[in-house]
């Protein structure tokens, strides 16, 4: 019996300084976005300038600790994750565009909690896989003027539900990003992109749109996909 306790003691333990060690992380990237991020646009060039507070996230990125069964962290973790690599290829390589760089997305290997991951790799193996939860595409920001904005603050386990939720009705709610002329809708190619995201329910493209809407959308509506604007998300 006091070997089971002191077992169940010490995985106690564990699950503490991780939560904790993340916890801090979350902190200092909320800091970060304040600083940086203003109208969903990155200031890369105040970034490159003093990459210092960049660096330092990445490193807590590389050793941190997360756990599928707490849900809410490993789904935070992982937004975060995505979000501020992207932020730092952009910086490293000063690019106009994150297609300028050959394998941004599904070559370039990321060290991220002791694995080695591409920005694909976080996206549909950590999260979309897992989850099957459409709202990540309005929060995972792929550095280009097409993402949805980014927000200047961190996604964190305690307010993740909320956030997703709202990135999700402002969005949906944005004529840059919802554009209706008459009976005409035209959407972002992220909807043709992962169309089985927003159809997995059995419901259309239109009706996932309609669930966040304030405004309905015109009847018998017609759906159309605007070419997705790829040059880089700078304020």
């Known amino acids: 019996m006091k070997k089971i306790l002191n077992i169940l003691f010490f995985i106690s333990l564990t699950i503490s300084a991780t939560s904790k060690g993340n916890d801090n992380f979350y902190n200092e990237a909320n800091m970060f976005l304040h600083t940086h991020v203003k109208n969903g646009l990155v200031d890369y060039e105040s970034i490159s300038k003093e990459p210092s507070q960049l660096n330092k996230l990445i490193g807590m990125i590389e050793v941190a600790q997360v756990e599928q069964s707490n849900s809410l962290d490993y789904q935070a973790f992982y937004i975060n994750a995505y979000n501020l690599y992207v932020i730092k290829g952009i910086v490293d390589d000063k690019l106009s565009s994150p297609l300028d760089k050959k394998g941004f997305f599904d070559s370039i290997k990321h060290k991220v909690a002791g694995e080695s991951l ?8 950590k999260l979309r896989a897992v989850f099957h ?14 993402c949805p ?47 089985e995201d ?6 259309s493209i239109l009706e996932f749109i309609s669930k966040y809407r304030k405004q309905a959308l015109p009847e018998n509506a017609k759906l159309s996909f605007y070419t997705y604007n790829w040059k880089v998300n700078k304020q």
């Open 198 to 203: 927003f159809t997995a329910s059995g419901k």
């Open 133 to 146: 939860d459409a709202r990540f595409h309005f929060v995972l920001v792929c550095g280009a003027l097409g």
């Open 118 to 125: 591409t920005l694909n790799d976080i996206e549909n193996k």
């Open 149 to 195: 904005p980014l927000i200047n603050q961190s996604y964190r386990p305690a307010t993740l539900e909320k956030q997703l939720e709202e990135q999700t009705i402002n969005a949906l709610n944005d004529d840059h990003f919802i554009q209706i002329k008459k009976n005409r809708v035209a959407v972002s190619q992220i909807f043709e992109w992962y169309q």
